[in-house]
């Protein structure tokens, strides 16, 4: 699909997840260029590595994702944030769509596919 | 000299107490002679005559040694010693000169010189007496200028004592016979001038400090007063003594007249006492209040009696068995009086006496009195006293508790009135001290104890209700907040595993998608999704965090999305203390579940509204109805009750079921 694969930042506080979610998203079209585990470290990595997508975990110790989401599309703009959580999208499905963030994904849900999907606005 | 008073005052009280019961005992010997001589007629201990004498020594002697030993920088009691020696004096010289002068002349030596100068000893407790009157209960004179009057009394005692000391008819009966050795013909003017001067200025000391004592009633604080009624309860006697005496003295009756003028110079030093050691100054009014009261009763009652037994007597007096009539007449009427007589003359006394506590007292009676007030005792408290700051606060079960009327803990000032029963407090009442004196609380307290008692009990059972209130609260708070934990544990921990190893499962399947594993792995994959699944339905029964996220509005949007029926919503976006939220949540999902279950409704309305920190959640369903509004939905009626909440429940058979509670929601 992309020749140039996209630059991630995965956030989320679970080592396990970031490692996995590298795992998954390299084998096709994306390459993670920075993990962070919370608000403050999603910030630095987004200010060094510009990501151009970034996967924030809604649950995080020091802000929720939509705290995170902010934060990040402040320090760019052009940035595209994609949610996700091992909760039910029911459960967030109403505060997803308030916030500036492109689209939810269920954690266990999450593949290059499903993604790239989102990013064009078809998910 | 007063701290030399002070520390040896024990040992000098003993040695006037031991020199007193020697002189005492010499005394009953030279009377044991003088009886042996054949002079028991001129003195004798059995002579009525005597004991007014021997009373006021018993009564100064006593009262003296107990507030002297008690209360040493006190001078009444010292004073009160000094009269004891002064009568002790009299009367053992008077014995000495009987015997050595007149029963058997010159069996003793200096009888004649013991006589005369103890002749003049009367003037000693005289002196004191008006000392008395002026020191009493202070221990001061009221000022410099009383000072001065003390001082002349002792000045015009004293020149009335030698004055007489010179005079050669010192000696009165039965001595009126023998000479004065120490009589001074050539100054026989001076001293009757001598003793007409000190008589006079001595005697109006003695009336000066009666005056005294009313300045001082006038001027004082109530416990002054209170102290000074002591010595008006031996006044009211007076009349009585004095009204006995004249008659007895005018009926011959010298054993009676004995018996009233004993009873009157015993009477000051013993009230004294009292008043002095400030002992049960508070029960001393009732006393007073009584004492008038039967003195008045009596009055009345005598007064009727004669009048009617006079009238009856003299309209029945051709009679000849009228006396009897008359007088069994006059009895009747006079009984009858009584009880009602005593009734009124009381209250009437009691209003003279202290209007104000009688008063709130009265509003207590009546209170009592009134089987169907439904006040409660501290109102009644308040309104008796005319202060509605009163405040009542009632021991709880637990040591060192109080608490209000309706069971919450509160703290007594330091000021408040500790009502005992038999030393165990009972309850601590609190006023403006401004306005109302702390007597008459206490008088009004003590009216009201057994009220009082019973509130206290009701109270007691008012805090156990709280405490277990409270403690209900307390373990659901620690179940849900147990229950976030174990939910959050479930979220963060196994799931979160699962999630990961679901992501590299895929990852290998999406590497290698044709591979001869790709089914098994596949598999494995929707099984760890089945699993994550199951988990997540467990953490939302424990605690939902949508709950926690999004409070009720999204809750509840999350639970109709979740029912397989029509589910409508009213719900707003407010947000409550999370046990409120947790339990309108837990009982909305236990009514559908339960509507679901047993009614097969094809609507449900769920409706949350919050009013006047109520907040309302209404469920109500379109099914088959008749659930028990009694006994129907235990585990409903538990979680409202222990969130101090209510529970109303229509249902009708065939029209539906309408589930309302109410949970108190305020800050």
Known sequence: MHVVPLSVLVVDDHVAFRAAARTILETHGFTVVAE????????????????????????????????????????????????VSSRDRLEVASRVRDSQARGFLPKEELTPAALSMILAGRL | VSAALERRSGAIVTAVLAALGVAFACHLV??????????????????????????????????????ARRQPRHPVGWLHLVVAAGLMALLGGSSYGVLGALARPGSLPAARHVAAA???????????????????????????????????????????????????????????????????????????????????????????????????????????????????????????????????????HTNLLSVFG????????????????RYRLYGVERLLSRAVTYLLLTMVVLSVYGAVALLVGRALAGLTTGGEIAVGVATFVATVLVSPGRRRIQTAVDRRFNRREFDAIQVVRRHL????????????????????????????????????????????????LVVRRQNIPVAAIEWAARTTERDTVVAVAAEALAELENEQLRAALARQLVELRESRSRIVAAQLAERRTLEQNLHDGAQQ????????????????????????????????????????????????????????????????????????????????????????WYVVCEAVANAIKHAHPSTIDLRAVAADDRLTVTIADDGAGGVDPERGLASIRDRVATAGGSLRIDSTPGAGTTITVGLPCGS
């Open chain 1, 36 to 83: 962070a585990g919370d608000l403050a470290g999603a910030v630095r990595a987004a200010r060094s590595t510009h990501p151009e997508v970034a996967l924030v975990d809604i649950g995080l110790p020091d802000a929720d994702g939509f705290a995170v989401t902010a934060e990040l599309m402040r320090i760019d703009a052009a940035l595209q944030v994609v949610l």
């Open chain 2, 30 to 67: 030279l009377l044991a002679r003088i009886s042996a001589a054949g002079a028991s007629d001129v003195f004798s201990l059995g002579d009525p005559g005597f004991w007014p004498g021997y009373a006021a020594l018993g009564a100064a002697t006593f009262a003296g040694a107990v507030i």
């Open chain 2, 118 to 252: 103890t002749q003049t000893m009367f003037v000693v407790p005289n002196t004191a007496i008006a000392l008395v009157l002026l020191l009493t209960p202070t221990g001061h004179f009221l000022s410099p200028r009383w000072r001065r009057v003390g001082l002349a009394g002792v000045a015009s005692g004293s020149v009335w004592l030698v004055a007489q000391l010179i005079d050669a008819d010192v000696n009165g009966p039965p001595l009126e016979d023998v000479a004065n050795p120490f009589a001074l013909p050539s100054l026989a003017t001076a001293s009757l001038v001598g003793q007409a001067v000190g008589a006079l200025v001595s005697n109006g000391t003695l009336l000066v400090g009666a005056v005294s004592l009313f300045v001082r009633f006038r001027r004082g604080e109530r416990d002054e007063r209170r102290q000074l009624l002591w010595l008006a309860l031996a006044a009211l006697w007076v009349p009585v003594a004095a009204l006995g005496a004249a008659v007895s003295a005018y009926s011959g």
């Open chain 2, 262 to 277: 004993g009873s009157l110079l015993a009477l000051l030093p013993l009230s004294t006492l009292p008043a002095i050691q």
């Open chain 2, 369 to 416: 009195a009134d089987a169907a007030a439904d006040e409660r005792i501290d109102e009644v408290l308040a309104a008796a006293v005319g202060d509605p700051s009163l405040t009542v606060a009632y021991r709880a079960d637990e040591p060192g508790m109080w608490v209000t009327g309706e069971g919450s803990p509160v703290t007594p000032t330091d000021d408040a």
């Open chain 2, 497 to 584: 595993r699962l999630v990961a190893t679901t992501l590299n499962l895929r990852a290998a399947t999406l590497a290698d998608p044709d591979g001869p594993l790709a089914p098994a792995v596949t598999e494995a994959i929707a099984q760890i999704r089945l699993a994550v699944e199951e988990l997540r339905e467990i953490a939302r029964g424990l605690h939902p965090a949508i709950l926690v996220d999004g409070g009720l509005a999204a809750s509840f949007e999350d639970l109709a999305h979740r029912t397989p029926i029509d589910v409508s919503l009213t719900v707003g976006d407010e947000r409550f203390a999370p046990h409120v939220e947790a339990t309108a």
